[in-house]
């Protein structure tokens, strides 16, 4: 199927789970063609997508992507916690915030070393010391690390240390970042845009998926409204939406979503009643003082308590965390 597919001056994709292959490529739609490999030997129906997103949509792959780190498995029942603080500040506070974190049931730790920032006068982070100090806090904790790459050029010393390479919201429609997104072995979380819709975030995960890199997340975390009583307007509805056009999972980040420390809770329950497999949260051992997001990070003792109350809302939606 697939050298015809290439005789036909197409591009397969191929996704291979649970010992069936979908094999997508973007075609003219005519029904010869249909019919020319609906008839081949192997190939147990053809499906024709007008999603212009074609491998991330739904019509491609039925069934939910489970995206596996060691054993955690995003994108199936349970409900994924991803916690840390917006940036790794120093060795001591991402040990303190790490521990704390997995003590409250997150899986992975969160920590940007490379920040993209408004302002260049703002700590930009710690950068490859960043890096390392993740590491040591996987080694320590045995939670999974998920980190920014913010350029082409940090892509490759980035996936070498995180166990998922999160693309920011202001990088999301940096097509050469994407590409080079597409060509490591390493699952991917690819923010929202601040001004994007949904398809323009599908398109953007489609440049990751069809360079050949399967393992995407989607995160909503947020766009910008007249509202000005939050720093972002959390899209909650786009949560059941992306889950009905695409077979990828999606975390919501109700940090950034809000921007505000008393609406994590909630926003959070919320996303997990909407269907979110994953929340991603800023968490630092002294919000009052950190220098990046702190108005809208959780002290510990505040992410043990949102965690007892998420937990409430999965367990009434019939899913676990
Ligand atoms: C972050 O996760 O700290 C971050 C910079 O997020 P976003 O790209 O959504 O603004
Ligand atoms: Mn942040």
Do not use: W
């Not at 072995?185 to 399967?214: C, D, F, H, W």
């Not at 505040?302 to 899913?319: Q, S, Y």
């Amino acid at each position: 199927v697939v050298r015809r597919i290439e005789e036909l001056g197409f591009r397969p994709h191929l996704l291979s789970e649970g010992g069936r292959t979908v094999i997508g490529f973007m075609g003219d739609e005519t029904k010869s063609m249909q019919s020319t490999f609906a008839a081949m030997s192997g190939v147990e129906s053809v499906v024709m997508s007008r999603k212009p997103y074609r491998v991330a949509c739904r019509e491609f792959k039925a069934e939910g992507t489970i995206i596996r780190v060691g054993d955690i498995e995003i994108g199936a029942n349970r409900v994924i916690l991803m916690a840390g603080p917006c940036a790794v500040e120093s060795r001591s506070m991402l040990m303190e915030v790490a521990h704390a974190v997995k003590e409250a049931g997150a899986k992975i730790l969160r920590g940007g070393a490379y920040k993209p920032r408004t302002s260049p006068y703002s700590f930009k982070g710690l950068r490859e010391k960043g890096l390392e100090i993740l590491a040591e806090a996987r080694e320590k904790t045995g939670l999974a690390i998920i980190t920014e790459a913010m350029s082409i050029q940090d892509v490759k010393l980035v996936s070498q240390y995180a166990d998922i390479l999160q693309i920011g919201a202001r990088n999301m429609q940096n097509f050469a970042l994407l590409e080079e997104a597409g060509n490591i072995k390493k699952p991917v979380l690819l923010k929202r845009g601040m001004m994007a819709t949904l398809e323009e975030l599908l398109m953007a995960a489609e440049y990751i998926l069809s360079n050949g890199n399967q393992q995407v997340m989607l995160c909503e975390r947020g766009i910008r409204t007249f509202e000005r009583y939050t720093r972002n307007t959390l899209d909650i509805v786009s949560v059941p939406l992306l889950k009905d056009l695409t077979h990828l999972p999606v975390i919501v980040d109700p940090s950034h979503g809000t921007g505000v420390r008393g609406l994590v809770k909630p926003a959070s329950r919320a996303a997990v009643a909407a269907g979110a497999d994953g929340l991603l949260i800023e968490v630092h051992p002294n919000p009052d003082e950190a220098l990046s997001d702190g108005p809208q990070s959780l002290c510990p003792e505040d992410f043990r308590n949102l965690v007892d109350e998420v937990k409430k809302i999965a367990r009434a939606v019939g899913r676990e965390i």
